[in-house]
Each structure stands twice: as structure tokens, then as C-alpha cells.
């Protein structure tokens, strides 16, 4: 097992040269207190925001002071983006507006340099390359129709490998995928998993050259890696990002447990979402960072909203760099049962994608006649039906908050089927459990 190449990366990033020894934990939580302390004056004196919220907070002696500082949220940039700037206007390249996950609200926009962009490619190529190299093809199922989009990034890092990256996009007719894949004899994709599992069961066993996908843009459920293992022989690795964090974030080695971080350009922070504290490794939280290295917009302490860990000891791969474990579940993605316990995305993910006919599903809580209705719309391989309907419904009766609520408060669970091509839910961003109840 090779050890992960983002290692020597960021030892070069850092200014860690060969000759000096092997890479060590302390120098780089040297560089990111350094480049903390950077950040700091750069961000109050030059964003209208940080120089309100942060002016007397620059003076810190050890990474563990930056708890003293009070979080950025997502709400804080909807307000209004244009205060976090650092730079003029004329210097961003690219904005990348995010919209809310609700009805209304006003959208999240980020903004880039040119220099932040060329830090994103940066990060993109050295982790593909940890399954990527010279004259492999990549099939890129992410946005890449604009100038600066991820898609477009990612297939410029790929570019440095040498390798050709294949610029599709998230693509609604799988069927003309598989034949892009068949076609240009793709050995790697890139894509959400809901989109790669699709592609797997609508290819009905039939083998492909593809034997690497890296799977991003949401929680990766463990049913959905097992399944492209179990039909394509392809090996799974997952990529942890968002665009608030310029895209990358970590990605997997070859021990696939846990994502590695981009420590030069990111510093990763786990908090007890209730008392905002920092936990011990091991203990999970929040995930919050902050930006060492933006120009156009950095961001200091910003909560996510995702859960996660870091792993205690060292990874398999034999790295110095810090290793987080999956994430699996937001903050705001779960739901209140009638029997008080809490329901999430990914715990009807793993029983209901395991099922061989499904390739995607929705979920909606309602209340109806005063009892709560969790309602789930899936999409199937057209071959079945009744059968599955069954088993969807037995799966999701046997988790066990959905059993102590139909058990204590009468909750109700429907099934409904869409054979593919007649409707129901697509592949899309984030997926959640829609929690359309109204409250007095």
C-alpha cells in the first residue's frame, strides 16, 4: 500500500524539503499557525466582515487559541457575500452562487481569484493521482458547462497527470452514458454515488473498463460502494468537499478509511455542535475550517454542518496527515419521529439501496388525519414492481426509529414505485428527508 500523495505535497507546500528528514506532524501544525496568524491580519484588515467580527482576535500562540474566535456560518455569507471580500471585485474570476436548501432565502455566493482557482487545480491533481495516472481516461459526471466550474477544474488538474478527463456532466440519460463509457473505454469515473449506482444496475451485469470511480458531492452509503464493487470490480474511493472550501477538501488512500485533508491549504477543527467546543480525536462533532491560503475570500471558523471524527492513530498508509472519518449525516438532515427519536438520510440509504432493483429513491415526512406519513418515491429498473415495493417496505419498517414510531405514534410508511423512464426522483445534489409537516 502506497502512502498518500498528498503527504509529499503538502511537504513541498509547506517548504519541507528532501534532505530535511522524513515530514512530521509539528512542522506542519508549525506552517498552519503561521499561516493562521496570516489570515488573521489579512482577513481584518482587508474584509469589511472579519475586520468587525475579529478585530482584537489576531494574537494567537498556539493553533488550539483559534477556539477563542467566534464562527463564520452560512448565514453570515447570505447576508451579504460581498463583505467577506479581500480583494476588489475587478480580481474575482469566478462567483459561484449556492442556493438554499429550502423554499426560500437568499443563495450563498463564494468568491475566487485566479489564484484561489489555481490552488483548487493544484489540490485536484495531486489527489487524483492517488488512482490516477499518465494516459488514463476519466469520465467527469459533475457541472462543467461554465468557465471555472468544478468540472472544468478538475479536468485542467487531470491535464497535469497526463491523464484525459472527459468532460460529460451529471447527465440525465444514463443510457447515453454508458455509451460515452463503452465508447471512450473510461477506466476512471467521477460522479455523486446515486449517479454511479444507476449507471451500474442499468448496465444489467454487462462489464466495463471501468475499474476506479471517486465518489463526491454527497455521503457515500456504504450499500452503494459495495454494489459497484460487486458489479463493475471497481474500486471506491470518496472525496470530502464543498464550494465554500474550494471544492476539495480531502480524498481517500488506498486503506479507505478516511479521507486525508488538505492540511497546507485548510485548517480542520471537530466541535461539539451544542457546546461549540473542541472535542478529542476520536470524539465526534462538527466539522469546521478555516482557510489558510484564499485570497479573494477567506473563511475563518466556518461550521459546515456536517458530523464527523478524526481517527485516532495513524492510517495504514503510514501518513503524518490527520485522517476524517466519512461523514455520513448534516446537522439539518434529520427528523423528529412522533416517538422522539431522531431519523436520517443515510439510515434509509443503507437498507433500501442494498435492494438490486432500486436505483434511486426520495423521502417525505407528512401529517395527515393527525398521525405522521414517511413517504418514500422510488425509482427502479423497469422489470420490477410489486416485489420490490415489499421489500422497500419491510426495509424501512425494520430501522429502528421508524419502528419505535409506528410502534408509539401510529406513523404510517408508503411505497411508492417509478419504473425508469416513468418519472420519480433523480440524482441531485445533497439528498435529505423533506420534512413538509406544518406546526402550529
Known amino acids: 500500500m502506497k502512502i498518500t500523495p498528498l503527504q509529499d505535497w503538502i511537504g513541498e507546500k509547506i517548504g519541507y524539503r528532501e534532505g530535511s528528514g522524513p515530514l512530521t506532524r509539528q512542522a506542519i501544525e508549525d506552517w498552519q499557525l503561521e499561516r493562521l496568524r496570516e489570515t488573521l491580519r489579512y482577513a481584518v484588515q482587508r474584509s469589511a466582515f472579519y475586520g468587525k467580527r475579529l478585530k482584537g482576535f489576531e494574537q494567537l500562540s498556539r493553533l488550539e487559541d483559534i477556539s477563542r474566535l467566534p464562527f463564520t456560518t452560512a448565514e453570515d455569507i447570505r447576508q451579504n457575500p460581498l463583505l467577506f471580500l479581500c480583494v476588489s471585485q475587478d480580481e474575482i474570476s469566478r462567483v459561484v452562487t449556492l442556493p438554499t436548501s429550502g423554499t426560500t432565502g437568499t443563495p450563498k455566493r ?7 482557482r489555481e490552488l483548487i487545480v493544484d489540490f485536484f491533481s495531486r489527489g487524483m493521482s492517488t488512482f490516477t495516472g499518465p494516459g488514463d481516461r476519466v469520465l467527469i459526471l459533475l457541472p462543467g458547462e461554465r468557465q471555472g466550474s468544478v468540472g472544468e477544474l478538475l479536468a485542467e488538474g487531470l491535464d497535469r497527470l497526463q491523464a484525459v478527463g472527459i468532460q460529460h456532466g451529471p447527465g440525465k440519460d444514463p443510457g447515453s452514458t454508458l455509451e ?7 477506466d476512471t469515473l467521477v460522479g455523486a454515488p446515486v449517479q454511479a449506482l444507476s449507471l451500474a444496475r442499468l448496465s444489467r ?17 456504504e450499500a452503494i460502494a459495495k454494489e459497484l464493487q460487486n458489479l463493475w470490480g471497481c474500486e471506491v474511493f470518496n472525496h470530502y468537499g464543498m464550494t465554500e ?71 495504514p498508509c503510514g501518513t503524518v496527515l490527520k485522517s ?22 443515510a439510515e434509509l440509504d443503507e437498507p433500501l439501496f442494498a435492494l438490486p432493483a432500486l436505483l434511486d429513491f426520495s423521502a417525505t415526512l407528512t401529517r395527515e388525519a393527525d398521525t405522521d406519513l414517511l413517504h418514500i418515491e422510488i425509482r427502479a429498473l423497469e422489470s420490477q414492481g410489486e416485489e420490490l415495493e415489499k421489500s ?19 406513523l404510517r410508511v408508503s411505497i411508492e414505485i417509478f419504473r425508469d423512464g416513468q418519472g420519480g426522483p433523480t440524482y441531485a445534489g445533497k439528498r435529505r428527508i423533506a420534512d413538509l409537516r406544518v406546526t402550529s
Open 110 to 116: 463564494i468568491y475566487f481569484t485566479r489564484e484561489d
Open 180 to 186: 460515452v463509457i463503452k465508447r471512450e473505454r473510461i
Open 205 to 221: 451485469g454487462e462489464k466495463t473498463t471501468v475499474r476506479k470511480a471517486l465518489l463526491t458531492t454527497d455521503h457515500v452509503p
Open 245 to 315: 472550501m474550494g471544492y476539495g477538501g480531502g480524498v481517500e488512500c488506498e486503506a479507505h478509511l478516511g479521507y486525508h485533508l488538505r492540511e497546507a491549504d485548510l485548517f480542520f477543527e471537530i466541535v461539539d455542535p451544542e457546546t461549540c467546543v473542541p472535542v478529542e480525536d476520536g470524539t465526534p462533532g462538527e466539522i469546521v475550517f478555516t482557510t489558510l491560503t484564499r485570497r479573494g475570500m477567506p473563511l475563518i471558523r466556518y461550521r459546515t454542518g456536517d458530523l464527523g471524527r478524526f481517527i485516532p492513530g495513524k492510517c
Open 324 to 345: 476524517l472519518e466519512r461523514v455520513r449525516a448534516r446537522l439539518e438532515g434529520s427528523v423528529r419521529l412522533g416517538s422522539g427519536k431522531t431519523l436520517r438520510m
Open 392 to 410: 422497500a417496505q419491510r426495509a424501512v419498517e425494520a430501522i429502528p426509529a421508524v419502528a419505535a414510531a409506528i410502534d408509539e405514534s401510529g
